[in-house]
């Protein structure tokens, strides 16, 4: 069994947000060269791309929004009219690649064909809420990643930990009251997307399942690695999830263009043996990782490098 598995398909590139924007087709390649440079690739496990239906889909998202999303990329539309999501007429195979991608890895991770697994993904998606498309997002991939595992595979508690330097509103309200997802955040404030205060806990059977740690400009190793390890560990002890999701948001790396956070590649690495603790004393060590944000092209390869290789230890 190899520890690690990696999926990467080359699909995702063709979703083209247009000249100049910062989540470009660039940035799968600058992960998959330094991953390849860094000699990690050939000792992961590549899996392929499930196919994935609408009935996967509906999974998390409402099928009139489907219907909106996949008709106005495919028809031309420069933008979601659901939010600030540039498209072009391939974004739709793309998003179907980026979640076939995540269902692979929760395949071959619960299957136990690998221990854990990190998707080069995109467009990212913890923005996409239910009816949303928005913020680069068009399809929630660590959402559907969850909702598959529960539903293919019997898994009940799933921890969604999200470090990208943006708050995942979409994964919040996807399962602001549902219990059996306990998703937490470390992220900008006041920034982007204007979500995520400390006081959304959840509500109904979600209630104390949702925890948010809003940070301000210039937090870094201190803040943000002593939120996991003071907050998220004691609360997956009472939680005790069944599987570890990352939305591995690189964007909260010190230099990035669209965030102000100061972690370095050492802290993601830190990060990373801090979700495989917690995947280990709750889960059998099963984690999965999705890519999210990340801006600065160099940065985000380094970073997602020393977190692979985190995970692969």
């Not at 060269?33 to 000699?39: D, I």
């Not at 009816?131 to 293919?152: D, E, I, K, S, T």
């Not at 949702?210 to 937090?219: D, G, V």
């Not at 997956?236 to 570890?244: C, D, R, Y």
Request: with cysteine.
């Amino acid at each position: 069994m190899a520890r690690t598995a990696f999926v990467a398909d080359p699909v995702c590139k063709e979703h083209d947000p247009g000249y100049g924007h910062p989540e470009n087709p660039k940035r799968f390649d600058a992960v998959h060269t330094a991953l390849t440079q860094s000699g990690l690739t050939s000792k992961m496990a590549a899996l392929e791309p499930k196919n994935v239906s609408t009935d996967d889909l509906r999974l998390v998202h409402d099928r009139g929004y489907l219907r909106l999303a996949e008709s106005e990329i495919v028809g031309g539309a420069a933008q979601l009219s659901t939010g600030d999501t540039n498209i072009n007429p391939r974004s739709w195979v793309a998003a179907l690649r980026a979640v076939g991608s995540a269902f692979a890895a929760v395949d071959a991770v619960l299957t136990g064909a690998a221990k854990n697994a990190f998707c080069l993904v995109r467009p990212p998606g913890h923005h996409a809420g239910v009816a949303r498309g928005m913020g680069f997002c068009v399809l929630n991939n660590v959402a559907l990643a969850a909702r598959y595992a529960q539903r293919r595979h019997g898994i009940g508690r799933v921890l969604i930990a999200d470090w990208d330097v943006h708050h995942g509103n979409g994964t919040q309200e996807i399962f602001y009251e549902d219990g059996s997802v306990f998703f937490f955040s470390t992220h900008q404030w006041p920034w982007y997307p204007g979500t995520g205060r400390a006081h959304e806990t959840g509500a109904g059977a979600g209630k104390n399942t949702t925890l948010n740690c809003p940070l301000p400009a210039m937090s870094g190793r201190t803040e943000i690695v002593g939120a996991f390890e003071e907050k998220l560990s004691i609360a997956m002890e009472s939680f005790k999830p069944e599987l570890v999701l990352i939305s591995a948001g690189f964007d909260s790396r010190v230099g990035d263009p669209l965030g102000h956070f100061l972690l370095t590649d050492d802290d993601f690495s830190e990060l990373t043996t801090l979700l495989r603790a917690i995947a280990n004393r709750h889960a059998n060590g099963r984690v999965i990782s999705l890519l999210e944000g990340g801006y600065s092209l160099t940065g985000l390869a380094s970073a997602a490098t020393a977190h692979v290789a985190a995970l692969m230890a």
